[in-house]
């Protein structure tokens, strides 16, 4: 890692063995996969290095997160196709074909009024972008994710988000609202509600 992306947390880990053990167990035989947001690749070459015959995607707004989270994939041996897009802007040549069997994101999710809460050194050398969303609006990238993801998954395709503990039963319910199904809120092992997985 390094100042221009999110250090990696245990809870973002059990998001990522949530699905492997659900890819695992379905016998999926090559899952096209999208990370949005990878930040440091973390999620993307995790999945790409558990799961071999996926084919995985990974999109990030920022140029230095990217060129870190290819460093990393380079280093790892991980085969990861990474591009420039920003999740909020999504292009519309691609919301008219399904494309993907996995979406997976841990977005900024972070009230600006949370941040007297937060630790000097997360503040200090972590990216604002990757970290927090206005107070009006902290479902922002949940609503695109969603959004895109009911254009782009193919049917029965599934999501997979990390959230903000405050906010499981507005997400899941915002979801819903999508018109997406087979919702599941899950703890982490800190007891928080910090994950959903929901199908097209």
Partial sequence: ??????????????????????????????????????????IAITLSQELPQAQVSAIDISPQALAIARENAERLGAAVNF????????PSKEQDSPLWDIIVSNPPYICEHEREDMEENVLRYEPSQALFVPDHDPLLFYRAIGEYAVKTL?????????INRAY???TTRLFQSL??????????????????????
Avoid at 17 to 26: G, L, P, Q, T, V
């Fill in 1 to 42: 890692v390094a100042p221009g992306v999110l250090v990696p947390r245990p809870e973002t880990e059990e998001l990522t063995e949530w699905i492997i053990r659900d890819e695992k167990a379905s016998g999926f035989s090559s899952p096209d996969i999208l990370d949005i947001g990878t930040g440091s690749g973390c």
């Fill in 83 to 90: 591009r420039c897009q920003d999740i909020l802007d999504s």
């Fill in 168 to 170: 499981g039963r507005e």
């Fill in 179 to 200: 018109g997406l199904r087979d919702i599941t809120l899950k703890k982490d092992f800190y007891d928080n509600e910090r994950m959903i997985r929901c199908r097209k």
């Fill in 154 to 162: 193919k049917e029965g395709g599934q999501l997979y988000v990390e």
